[in-house]
């Protein structure tokens, strides 16, 4: 005897599913949008030397630079082609602000679409997905390691955005049936571009050829493969592929030396000052274990893994057949793989594998209720995975810092980007115009309108390393460090010397550069500006 008798007539029963579509959408918008304040206001805090390095790469091609020929960039060239064309467009030179919103909206729009990923799949149980979905993104938002990585002006939040949406594509597509090539190559496209703006990310552009290379059942014969498959995704990869090709006609030497040979030369190096000891395997774990057993990061890997395991108990066999689950699996997995393969690793290298961890729990819970035939073990599958899903995300709500970065979102005073930029402009006020600043902190003086050196345009980095460069490697690279410092001052002198951003270790010959010719030393929101007694 049914408890509930639906006395909606006919006509309505529609209206009402619709009405219930909407409200779920509602629903899911309004999360996005609280989650979209949160994440602006955590991507306010905070400042990193990197960004020095991406933004003023942005701010020298905006200013006509050639990127490796006129000035080092140790990453593929996409990202900093993206800021110029930014800065252009916008007509700023609040470079900073600038590669923080689009970070961050790259960020954003991830966690959207780790939410649409679970309503595209739960379609017809969409309560479940929408109550798995929100919580899934905001444990994706609340990760700090998501955070770090989307919240920096940096290369990391794009090309994850980028493959993300590859893979919605690809699991998106029945190739058993005729499909438009076209999304094949928005595929390519997107893959190519998340490579070649940081080239970690080859691994998970491997793992999509090996997938559409073998493991993809197509109903032509393997001559036709290459062309019904291959050839529309590799013409989409070509699209991005075109930037380097061309820097690297432009400067193939720098080009080689800055986005392979600089690794190879410094990678078993320490970054720390000092640069005595290579970096151990235990280190680099111990590292990822600090990263791992984070709690949000903990709860998803958690969250996997019971997904993981009632899929293997309950599909069994047919396990392996599930082709979205073991590419989000192998995605995951290779992005591990190459946050170890780099060194030294960070905290951030491990944001690109998370998404594919939300994909992956997907495919797990969703291949389980379409291995079983009864609707009441179905609805308490879903039952047990949403209320997993709210639990692993209350917890990660439930801290003072939520509140703090809202609060932040609409504060513009206090946020870190306006601060620096207001630190360049009072810089430039006391050096004058179109000088030369010595600095291993870039973005002051270009946000400032001042010039820079361009072998230093990339602060600290290969200014660290220089011991390890031939007289050769530097005049490639088109860089400089302590030793190779006082010839190039000589033939271009200082206007004004800035430290105090970077370790005393790295900035003393620039200190002691100023301090020789007396000048004058004044501090200006924690940094120290030198310089001659009578500025222009």
């Not at 120290?528 to 009578?534: D, E, R």
Request: a positive charge.
């Amino acid at each position: 005897m049914k408890l509930f008798i639906d006395n909606t007539p006919e006509q309505y029963k529609h209206k009402k599913t619709t009405g219930r579509i909407v409200l779920i959408y509602a629903i899911a918008v309004i999360f996005m949008a609280t989650l979209a304040i949160f994440s602006f206001g955590s991507a306010m805090k905070g400042f990193d030397h990197d960004e020095n390095v991406y933004c003023s790469a942005g701010a020298l091609i905006a200013s006509g630079k050639v990127m490796y020929r006129d000035f080092a960039y140790l990453q593929m060239p996409l990202l900093p082609v993206i800021y110029a064309f930014l800065f252009t467009i916008f007509k700023t030179t609040n470079y900073l602000l600038a590669g923080r919103v689009f970070s961050v909206t790259c960020s954003i729009l991830a966690a959207f679409l780790v939410l649409v990923a679970f309503l595209r799949v739960f379609h017809h149980q969409r309560i479940y997905g929408l109550v798995m979905g929100v919580s899934a993104a905001i444990l994706y938002s609340f990760n700090p390691v998501i955070q770090c990585a989307g919240g920096f002006a940096w290369n990391y939040s794009f090309p994850i955005l980028c493959i993300i949406l590859a893979y919605l594509i690809l699991t998106g597509l029945d190739f058993s049936k005729s499909f438009k090539a076209r999304w094949l190559f928005l595929a390519g496209f997107l893959t190519g571009a998340a490579v070649f703006t940081r080239l970690a990310f080859a691994f998970a552009g491997l793992i999509v050829f090996i997938v559409l290379a073998f493991f993809t059942p197509v109903p032509v014969s393997q001559g036709n493969r290459f062309k019904k498959l291959l050839l529309p995704f590799f013409a989409g990869a070509a699209v991005p592929s075109a930037l380097p090709i061309y820097y690297f006609f432009r400067a193939p030497g720098s080009f080689i030396f800055d986005t392979i040979r600089y690794f190879i030369i410094t990678g078993g190096q320490n970054w720390m000052p000092g640069w005595k000891e290579a970096i151990s395997f235990k280190e680099k774990l111990l590292v990822a274990v600090n990263v791992l057993t984070s709690p949000s990061y903990l709860a998803s890997l958690i969250l996997f893994l019971l997904s993981f395991i009632l899929a293997l108990s309950i599909c069994r066999g047919r396990f392996w057949k599930n082709k979205p689950l073991v590419i989000s699996i192998s995605l995951a997995a290779s992005l591990f793989i190459a946050a170890f393969v780099i060194t030294p690793v960070q905290v951030q290298y491990f944001a690109a594998p998370v998404p594919f961890i939300f994909m992956a729990i997907i495919y797990a819970v969703y291949g389980s209720i379409s291995a079983v035939n009864r609707e009441s073990i179905k609805k308490m599958i879903l039952c047990i995975s949403a209320g997993l899903f709210i639990l692993s995300a209350a917890q990660s709500l439930y801290n003072k810092e939520t509140f703090e970065n809202i609060a932040l979102a609409f504060s513009k005073e206090n946020w870190i980007p306006t601060e620096v930029y207001a630190i360049s402009r009072e810089i430039s006020k006391i050096v004058g115009p179109d000088e030369t600043i010595l600095t291993l902190a870039p973005i002051f003086a270009l946000e400032g309108g001042e010039r820079i050196y361009p072998e230093l345009s990339t602060g600290p980095f290969i200014f660290r390393y220089s011991r390890f460069l031939s007289d050769d490697q530097r005049r490639i690279a088109v860089s400089t460090g302590p030793d190779s410092l006082p010839p190039l001052l000589q033939k271009k002198p200082a206007g004004a010397v800035l430290a105090g951003f970077e370790n005393i270790f790295l900035e003393r010959p620039l200190i002691e550069y100023a301090e020789s010719r007396g000048w004058q030393k004044r501090v200006i929101g924690g940094l120290t500006l030198y310089t001659p007694a009578n500025p222009n």
